[in-house]
């Protein structure tokens, strides 16, 4: 009997083995290059650079989503991507890259994104970016950038989005939604 019983536990750990490693090989299967939209942007600087290839592939990146003209959010977290750039130094554009992607990609053309930049001192190895307003919302959703509720999703003006920590180790784009204090 106790045989009997062995073999039906190792049976079954074999069949939830298989099966666990058919969902790890699922995953597996969807690369980063097929999960990240590879779309055409715009750099404060007026180069067209692809989001995938150009700017995240391989790379440490920090990405915000703002808008130049968004009140008080977007410049106090621009002037802590500021320090934060001070603080990393040398390291922002060879080992860490920046950029600042948009919501408003009508009205924030590359030469406003500059003028912006250079409000806030911003160096070498942050880049802000406009693009197409459809390929902008697919990064927005594609990175997390959204809140389960439509209602605050549609409102980007009045939601704060952090990251989790628990998030960030994980690797994930998962983000939550803050009311601003």
């Not at 001070?86 to 948009?102: A, T």
């Amino acid at each position: 009997m106790r045989r009997r019983n062995f073999l039906a536990i190792g049976a079954a750990a074999l069949a939830a083995r298989s099966s666990t490693s058919g969902n790890i090989r699922r995953a597996l299967a969807q690369t980063p290059a097929s999960y990240f939209p590879n779309v055409v942007l715009r750099t404060h600087e007026d180069k067209s650079v692809r989001f995938y290839d150009d700017l995240i592939k391989g790379k440490i990146v920090v990405i915000n989503f703002m808008y130049t003209s968004c009140g008080d959010i977007c410049p106090g977290m621009t002037q802590n991507l500021v320090d934060v750039q001070r603080i990393l130094g040398e390291r922002v554009g060879r080992d860490i890259f920046m950029y600042s992607i948009s919501l408003r990609p009508v009205l924030d053309t590359p030469e406003i994104l500059k003028d912006y930049a250079e409000t806030f001192g911003v160096q070498p190895g942050w880049l802000f970016l406009t693009g197409e307003a459809d390929d902008i919302e697919l990064l927005r959703r594609k990175l997390g950038f959204v809140d389960p509720d439509p209602d605050l999703d549609a409102d980007l003006e009045e939601i704060l989005w952090l990251c989790p920590p628990e998030a960030a180790s994980a690797g994930k784009s998962s983000l939550t939604a803050y009311p601003p204090l």
